[in-house]
């Protein structure tokens, strides 16, 4: 199977979405000064949020090339330093113990996960508790999406697609080289006899031809695609062509917006009419979030703004940001050579020290922030307004 962005290949899943498609490598965002203010008691939400720490000093790395960072099902994947890979739960601790057979190989995804029998080099999958549910017996095997995955008993088989219980619900007629991560009912397909893309769907069949040169999953009912010129637009579910292709780059639309990039390399957001609705100024913009999207200069320096354009956290001196979730953003200042990140609410108060190497953004009101010697802290959101933990 090919090397692609945001998919499962063969038997390891890879790297998780990410809010902008190619190309990969994008300048940051040039704004006229006189935007670059903000009214900093904007208020987002009537919650005040701050974080408390749940546990430090965890023995953790991420398992780069099979897991995003985060908590899923109340689990976090994670590697020690001596190599082991195990799931944390949201105290810090182990979460179970597996059989001595059994090595875990992707995060949590509707209450399954991956593991490998190391015995027998087949693929099965877990429960939360720990509990083998579905036999190791297949030599390939995707993550659950929209209540399937994708496996595969023997190579003289096409694979099959089965529920979260381990039945059988479709046996494929042909073979597929897909990331099988369906969203809105659709999955990402690629030619075996070109380098061309189309969407399959859980029928396991091809309702979108291959003739894309680079596709994304569906959001809010399209999805980005490129063309055999190298210019964006956007297809619907059948395949029609709602935006034209006309821009550089381009990336998922939400919350009824996606970012864009023009001819002249800038940034602005556009709806799904094709409606440009926050004006080119920007050298890179990241999709919107609970509101908010980031922005670069061409400085590289981070803001946020929110789906009128209007400014609610001005640039500062960071330049790396992630997408705000749960009401909470890692944000912070890396160099060619080290890395100073912290957590930031939806007002741009630092909510941790800039103290971090890495983190992950926050998800089910857990993130994690890792120091230089893989050592892990989780922070969980707290709400003053009701003294209560979320």
Not at 344 to 359: H, P, V, W
Request: net charge positive.
């Amino acid at each position: 199977m090919k090397t692609i962005q945001n998919t499962f290949i063969a038997t390891i899943l890879l790297s998780v979405v990410s809010g902008l498609v190619c190309p990969l490598t994008i300048t940051e965002a040039s704004i006229h000064p006189s935007l670059q203010t903000t009214n900093m008691k904007t208020v987002l939400s009537s919650n005040k949020a701050d974080l408390k720490i749940v546990s430090s000093n965890i023995d953790y790395s991420t398992p780069l090339a099979q897991s995003d960072g985060q908590f899923h099902d109340g689990l976090l994947f994670a590697q020690t330093t001596d190599g082991k890979l195990l799931f944390y739960n949201t105290a810090g601790k182990q979460s179970f113990i597996l059989p001595q057979n059994l090595v875990p190989m992707s995060d949590f995804y509707q209450q399954r996960a991956l593991v490998k029998d190391i015995n027998s080099k087949l693929y099965g999958y877990i429960n939360t508790k720990g509990k083998l549910v579905i036999d190791c017996s297949y030599i390939q095997a995707s993550y659950f999406s929209e209540d399937i995955a994708y496996v595969q008993k023997s190579k003289s088989d096409n694979g099959s697609f089965i529920n979260t219980t381990g039945k059988k619900i479709l046996d494929l007629e042909r073979s597929y080289d897909s990331t099988f991560n369906f969203t809105e009912g659709l999955a990402l397909s690629y030619s075996k006899n070109s380098d061309k893309i189309g969407y399959l769907n859980k029928a396991g069949n091809i309702v979108i031809p291959y003739k894309y040169n680079y596709g994304r999953n569906f959001s809010e009912k399209l999805a980005v695609v490129q063309d055999g010129n190298q210019n964006y637009g956007y297809i619907n579910r059948t395949g029609k062509v709602i935006i034209p292709f006309q821009y550089k780059a381009a990336g998922d639309f939400s919350q009824g917006l996606a970012p864009v990039q023009n001819k002249k390399g800038k940034w602005g957001f556009i709806n799904s009419k094709g409606k440009v609705v926050i004006p080119f100024q920007f050298n890179q913009a990241d999709s919107f979030s609970e509101g908010l999207a980031a922005v670069y200069n061409d400085k590289g320096n981070v803001g946020f703004i929110d789906s009128t354009g209007k400014w609610i956290i001005a640039y500062q001196k960071y330049n790396k940001a992630t997408s705000f979730h749960n009401g909470v953003a890692l944000i912070g200042v890396t160099t060619s050579h080290s890395s100073k990140l912290g957590y930031i609410d939806q007002r741009g108060k630092l909510l941790t020290a800039l103290a971090y190497r890495s983190g992950s953004a926050f998800n089910e009101g857990y993130g994690v922030l890792i120091n230089s010697l893989n050592q892990a802290t989780i922070y969980q959101k707290y709400f003053f307004e009701n003294n209560l933990y979320e």
